[in-house]
């Protein structure tokens, strides 16, 4: 498994904020996952004036993940300018799909597997129970 520099993410993530979209909440959040293979993906939150139609930081570094070839987060952390960040409900999902309930996640300070942020995922497995 590929060494977790928690520091380099928490700064990746952090420089990410300032790369947001955010006029309207002036909510700036960044994101920084690590790869199975030792890439670090980044992404940052874009607003939009409709509100539903924002895209949180996550799913932005989901993006890069595919933009980059894919492959699977280990690790992921979110911050906003203020600190630390949970990610939300939405990009836990989606966070589930690219980097299992083993994934760490560091929202607030202490990273965590995804398991205990999103427990009784919704995955593949459940599409098969039909």
Known sequence: MTEIDWEHLRAEAHAATERAYAPYSNFHVGAAGLTDDGRIVVGSNVENVSYGLTLCA?????????????GRLVA???????????????????????????????????????????????????????
């Open 76 to 130: 992921v952390v979110t911050v906003s300018a203020g600190g630390p960040c949970t990610p939300c409900g939405r990009c836990r999902q989606v966070l589930a799909e690219f980097g299992g309930p083993e994934l760490l996640v560091d929202g607030d300070g202490t990273p965590r597997p995804l398991s205990e942020l999103l427990p009784g995922v919704f995955d593949p497995d459940r599409l098969a129970e039909g």
């Open 58 to 70: 996550e799913c932005n570094m989901v993006g890069d993940l595919a933009r980059q070839g894919g």
